[in-house]
């Protein structure tokens, strides 16, 4: 059961990371961080989320 457990546990960490974002800076419409095309990457990122500027 332990086994089982640790595999499944191992399983959900790693695929979360599979789709993770990219998120990129544009700034084409205006200076709001907080408008979704304003980034490339389908939206406005989480705190957690990699972003470039």
């Known amino acids: 059961m332990k ?3 640790f595999l499944l546990l191992i399983i959900l ?3 979360t990371h599979l ?4 998120f990129t800076w544009l ?3 205006s200076s709001d ?3 979704a095309s304003n980034w490339s990457g ?3 990122p ?6 470039t500027f």
């Open 3 to 5: 086994k089982q457990l």
């Open 19 to 22: 789709h993770a974002a990219t």
């Open 33 to 35: 961080f907080n408008l």
């Open 46 to 51: 989480f705190r957690t989320q990699l972003t």
């Open 13 to 15: 960490s790693t695929t």
């Open 42 to 44: 389908g939206g406005v």
């Open 27 to 29: 700034g084409t419409t």
